[in-house]
């Protein structure tokens, strides 16, 4: 909420005020100024913005850090270092074991392209710890031979990335990094519906399926060896159409019971849904949905009705796909 994360800013202000007494932190409310709003482009509630060198031009968008934690370090990869530089293999398992989460960039020599956008995208995932070594026994020992972003996890390597130079962007390394915040399938709840929107990939597919059906397992295998393959592009969603609470998403998708189990695709930007064209939950499938999709070549399934003028005026606002999930969530 809003209020929690006033207060983590502030808590993050009263932390950094003592170790960077340069950096200011103050807050703004915008309903009374009209001009500061517009001239901001200001659109969602709350928005964190940091200005650099005293100018008021082109301030860097502070998104999706929600603890105080991670305010400080957003701040310090800003204004210092954006990855620590690791000499020694003993440096580098302390950094690795530190954290559930961490990112470390091996290379052949610190100044290319790809170092660059790693570092570019250690500043904006302030959640986790972020590393970088061209230190030959360093690589050696992780059997590391080009230029590579190695996530581990809980002390663990379970993703590595060959960076080659002018092929990777930030966002992209930003997406795909962030997607181990979550579970490779993540099962829809409130807590998670949170967490969901935090990572910065539009696409999410969601496999509408009773839990407890005799074929739940073998469609859960192959929904996550699927998974696996489009990490960083779609985020896999479970739904659970047993559990009430969930009736508001089976309702926005017009899932019916004798329609499970569903699969559909959702696009955050454009609130285009769609249909997965087979019936069945393979593997094959669910690859090629997904494929066909990221090439733009699925069907829509169902387009959003426009926002209706009035959807504010009373006490209960009216929701179409459009303004669903910046009201919902």
């Known amino acids: 909420s809003s209020q929690n994360l006033?207060?983590?800013?502030?808590?993050?202000?009263?932390?950094?005020?003592?170790?960077?007494?340069?950096?200011?932190?103050?807050?703004?409310?915008?309903?009374?100024?009209?001009?500061?709003?517009?001239?901001?482009?200001?659109?969602?509630?709350?928005?964190?913005?940091?200005?650099?060198?005293g100018s008021r031009k082109d301030p860097i968008d502070c998104k999706g850090v929600r603890q105080a934690s991670a305010f400080i370090t957003w701040v310090k990869r800003r204004t210092g270092p954006s990855a620590v530089l690791i000499n020694s293999t003993d440096q580098a398992e302390a950094i690795i074991k530190a954290d559930d989460l961490a990112?470390?960039?091996?290379?052949?020599?610190?100044?290319?392209?790809?170092?660059?956008?790693?570092?570019?995208?250690a500043r904006d995932v302030p959640e986790m710890p972020f590393g970088m070594t061209a230190n030959e026994d360093v690589c050696a020992n992780y059997s590391i031979r080009k230029n590579t972003l190695v996530v581990f996890k809980k002390g663990k390597p379970v993703h590595n990335e060959v960076l080659e130079?002018?092929?990777?962007?930030?966002?992209?390394?930003?997406?795909?990094?962030?997607?181990?915040?979550?579970?490779?399938?993540?099962?829809?709840?409130?807590?998670?519906?949170?967490?969901?929107?935090?990572?910065?990939?539009?696409?999410?597919?969601?496999?509408?399926?009773?839990?407890?059906?005799?074929?739940?397992?073998?469609?859960?295998?192959?929904?996550?060896?699927?998974?696996?393959?489009?990490?960083?592009?779609?985020?896999?969603?479970?739904?659970?159409?047993?559990?009430?609470?969930?009736?508001?998403?089976?309702?926005?998708?017009r899932i019916r019971d004798i329609d499970v189990p569903a699969v559909r695709i959702l696009n955050l930007t454009s609130d285009g849904?769609?249909?997965?064209?087979?019936?069945?939950?393979?593997?094959?499938?669910?690859?090629?949905?997904?494929?066909?999709?990221?090439?733009?070549?699925?069907?829509?399934h169902l387009p959003s009705e426009e926002i209706p003028e009035d959807w504010d005026k009373m006490p209960v606002k009216v929701l179409v796909g459009k303004n669903f999930h910046s009201i919902v969530f």
């Open 273 to 300: 849904k769609y249909k997965m064209p087979a019936d069945e939950v393979t593997v094959e499938n669910l690859k090629e949905f997904c494929q066909s999709y990221l090439n733009g070549k699925a069907k829509i």
């Open 103 to 121: 990112v470390i960039g091996f290379f052949r020599e610190l100044h290319n392209d790809s170092v660059e956008v790693f570092c570019e995208t």
């Open 6 to 53: 006033s207060e983590e800013f502030a808590e993050a202000a009263r932390q950094l005020k003592k170790e960077a007494p340069r950096i200011q932190f103050g807050k703004i409310d915008v309903t009374h100024q009209h001009d500061l709003r517009k001239e901001f482009n200001i659109q969602a509630f709350p928005t964190v913005k940091f200005f650099v060198n």
């Open 165 to 253: 130079n002018g092929r990777q962007n930030k966002l992209d390394l930003t997406r795909l990094i962030k997607t181990f915040t979550l579970d490779l399938v993540t099962e829809y709840n409130i807590e998670t519906s949170v967490k969901l929107f935090d990572v910065p990939v539009e696409n999410h597919i969601l496999l509408f399926t009773p839990t407890n059906s005799d074929t739940f397992n073998v469609i859960y295998e192959n929904y996550k060896s699927a998974a696996a393959e489009f990490r960083g592009k779609i985020l896999f969603v479970l739904v659970d159409t047993n559990e009430t609470r969930n009736g508001r998403v089976f309702e926005y998708f």
